[in-house]
């Protein structure tokens, strides 16, 4: 694994636009950057992020497996009690799940360390999918980078195909908040691969979508809502009003309830108890644990809930302690064993693998100049070359 500087392509701006990714750059900085890309072996690629990944995923499901019918876990979890029961149906009923990511701490010599997992509302999926493919493509053309490079991405081909395979007979409606270009053109992104799917698809905001006297969502032409894909994490639904109605509206969710389980920080400590010693985890424990106050060589403070590196509390030994402001954490935190992101040319890099329908199918770089990843850490593009 190499960090490797680059030229930039000198259109790559007007190609963005012109593609619809209009939040390459964020608060007066580049988002999206080009001006090095990530080197990997494919064996790195296929042993230490993809098969892990799987592995990982399949763990994840043991977990929603026990939650779902242990009271304790959930209490933990801070899932209100009126929604276990529409978790617990939705995991029975075997309701599909569409997309997720994992945040992996590697520095190219195995095992690559868990650090979350964005199990709900992932974003960075447009630039992983579709526009670092672009920049592969165009980079050789270009004599930028070798020929003969390839790229862990086979996200979009995979996303389509979940698609045709969902069974959804009446059309998808896809969500977003008003007010945020991210989140927007990442729905945006799935909407054009539900439509290549072959799908009757309708864009609505969060704030639009309305419950008729029937109990079903409605959108703001009153065609009611049968399938909804959402970019609007569980737990925010499970505090609003229009949530309350949502388990008895009829309406098949992407992604499902169950999915509030994983997209949760306390999955870190579920994962270790479960699995403590697996080569792909951290020691995590719950706030309250006692074991907490045992970990050694530093830890991470992470709000159930938090996004975005929000509230993030990072404790080195040694050297001065981080956080991050944000508005998360009174519904508890768990405790994670330090595991320091690798730094390349004083960047701090975080893979994230992606998985499709629960299959492992490609991956995204974000560094940042610090050691907790946010909203402002730029993405980079990465090659397979041997």
Not at 4 to 32: C, M, P, V
Not at 352 to 375: F, H, Y
């Amino acid at each position: 694994m190499q960090r490797i500087s680059i030229a930039e392509r000198d259109d790559w701006k007007s190609q963005a636009e012109a593609l619809g990714f209009n939040f390459h750059t964020l608060y007066g900085a580049a988002y999206w950057d080009e001006t090095a890309c990530y080197r990997f072996s494919l064996k790195q690629i296929e042993d230490d992020i993809e098969d892990p990944s799987g592995e990982i995923e399949n763990m994840c499901f043991d977990v929603v497996a026990r939650a779902i019918n242990d009271q304790e876990v959930l209490e933990k979890l801070a899932i209100p009690e009126s929604y276990w029961d529409y978790i617990r149906a939705s995991w029975m009923g075997q309701d599909r799940n569409l997309y997720g990511r994992l945040d992996l701490s590697y520095d190219g010599n195995g095992p690559a360390k868990l650090l979350e997992y964005n199990a709900d509302t992932p974003t960075s999926l447009y630039e992983s999918a579709a526009f670092q493919w672009v920049w592969l493509e165009q980079a050789m053309e270009r004599e930028i980078i070798p020929p003969g490079c390839d790229q862990f991405n086979s996200i979009h081909e995979t996303m389509v195909e979940a698609f045709r395979s969902f069974g959804i007979p009446d059309g998808l409606h896809l969500a977003s908040c008003k007010g945020s270009n991210e989140d927007e053109g990442t729905v945006r992104y799935i909407e054009e691969c539900a439509a290549q799917a072959g799908l009757e698809t309708t864009f609505v905001y969060m704030e639009d979508i309305g419950i008729d006297a029937s109990g079903r969502m409605t959108d703001l032409d009153d065609m009611t809502i049968s399938t909804l894909f959402k970019l609007y994490p569980w737990e925010w639904v499970m505090a609003d009003e229009f949530g309350q109605a949502l388990p008895k509206s009829g309406a098949k969710v992407i992604e499902p309830p169950w999915r509030a389980i994983l997209s949760n920080k306390g999955l870190l400590p579920l994962l270790w108890e479960m699995f403590e010693g697996h080569p792909n985890l951290l020691p995590a424990y719950f706030a309250a644990d006692p074991r907490a106050a045992d970990l050694e060589g530093g830890y991470v403070r992470k709000p159930l809930f938090s996004r975005e590196g929000s509230n993030v509390e990072m404790v080195r030994p040694g050297a001065e302690t981080l956080t991050v402001d944000g508005p998360y954490g009174a519904e508890g935190a768990v405790v994670q064993a330090l595991h320091p992101l690798p730094v390349f040319e004083g960047n701090h890099t975080v893979i994230g693998s992606w998985l499709v329908a629960s299959q492992p199918c490609g991956m995204g770089i974000r560094e940042d100049n610090s050691p907790i990843t946010k909203d402002s850490s730029r993405f980079l593009p990465h090659v397979i070359l041997d």
